[in-house]
């Protein structure tokens, strides 16, 4: 949860789904990239900033992986690969491929051992799903994020996944806007390098070069 100078990183939840924010835990570009899970604290702290544990549930589970760092480590590995599973996945959706079986595949194994752990809950107005609460079960974390990239996947709105424009970006995201046109996770962002590029390089090609330069300079144009 806390980094080594002891602030906690602020995860940045602009996916619009769980699941995308889940992937979106590696910034940058896969080509060169920026992990921001880089301990089962980090992951824990992820999972109670993005709303998939309560703050309870956080502090068992991190109470818990301190009392068993080695199981810590390799559920951390495993929440890994499955991150990048999912990206594949989903930015094969994105891009209108087919995603490959062994990703479908992982996320299944994961679906599988999240349905067997939810149940129906009564709320004040009705029915809600839920979860068996078990603070010693390191992989809970990530139960919220199988479910939700199932539900994305059979729902109408994944024709909205969208995969970051920006050169160094791979984020995803959901494109709600009403002509599906977005093109950038953060229009803040990697909108904005985008259109200081575009700008350098629109005004680079009409500055005159070498000689013409140089008779500019001498104010002889």
């Known amino acids: 949860?806390?980094?080594?100078?002891?602030?906690?990183?602020?995860?940045?939840?602009s996916?619009?789904?769980?699941?995308?924010?889940?992937?979106?835990?590696?910034?940058?570009s896969r080509a060169h990239p920026t992990e921001r899970?880089?301990?089962?604290?980090?992951?824990v702290s992820w999972g109670r900033q993005a709303g998939a544990l309560g703050d309870r549930e956080a502090q068992q589970l991190a109470q818990a992986a301190q009392r068993r760092p080695e199981e810590a480590a390799r559920t951390l590995a495993e929440a890994v690969r499955f991150r990048e599973a999912l990206f594949r996945l989903f930015a094969?959706?994105?891009?209108?491929?087919a995603p490959d079986q062994?990703?479908?595949?992982a996320l299944n194994a994961m679906l599988g051992r999240a349905l067997a752990r939810q149940r129906i809950e009564r709320r004040a107005g009705g029915f809600v799903w839920g979860w068996i609460e078990d603070g010693e079960a390191l992989e809970r974390v990530l139960w919220?994020?199988?479910?939700?990239?199932?539900?994305?996947?059979?729902?109408?709105?994944?024709?909205?996944?969208?995969?970051?424009?920006?050169?160094?970006?791979?984020?995803?995201?959901?494109?709600?806007?009403?002509?599906?046109?977005?093109?950038w996770c953060d229009m803040k962002g990697c909108g904005n390098r985008a259109k200081a590029r575009r700008y350098y390089e629109r005004h680079r090609a009409k500055a005159p070069t070498g000689a013409a330069a140089g008779r500019a300079r001498r104010g002889l144009v």
């Open 102 to 105: 062994g990703d479908m595949a």
């Open 37 to 43: 899970l880089n301990s089962y604290r980090d992951l």
């Open 144 to 183: 919220p994020v199988a479910r939700s990239a199932a539900d994305l996947l059979v729902s109408p709105d994944l024709k909205r996944v969208r995969q970051c424009a920006g050169a160094d970006c791979d984020w995803l995201f959901m494109d709600m806007s009403r002509n599906r046109s977005r093109r």
């Open 1 to 13: 949860m806390a980094s080594g100078d002891g602030t906690e990183y602020v995860f940045e939840l």
């Open 15 to 28: 996916g619009g789904r769980l699941c995308l924010d889940y992937v979106n835990t590696l910034s940058g």
């Open 92 to 97: 094969a959706v994105a891009s209108l491929r």
